[in-house]
């Protein structure tokens, strides 16, 4: 599992390409399709999301959010 710290938001990605989101989501930097804040980890579905593919690596900042697919593809 890893763990990616924001600002305000953070990611958790599991063994399995689970990617969760939590915290503050005033811009949608959690990728929800919404602005509502967090407070506990939400699942953001890989099948929806990413096409199918597993979340192996996630990057949060201040005003960015990014991860990186099994097949090699990034998300911004």
Do not use: W
Not at 15 to 27: A, I
Not at 45 to 52: D, E, H, T
Request: proline share 3%.
């Amino acid at each position: 599992m890893t763990l990616s710290l924001g600002g305000k938001f953070s990611f958790m990605v599991t063994e399995y390409g689970d990617m969760y989101g939590f915290g503050e989501n005033d811009t949608g930097q959690l990728g929800l399709g919404n602005f509502a804040e967090q407070p506990h980890p939400v699942l953001i579905s890989s099948g929806v999301a990413f096409a199918g593919d597993e979340v192996v690596m996630s990057s949060a900042g201040n005003s960015h959010s990014a991860c990186v697919s099994r097949s090699g593809f990034v998300y911004t």
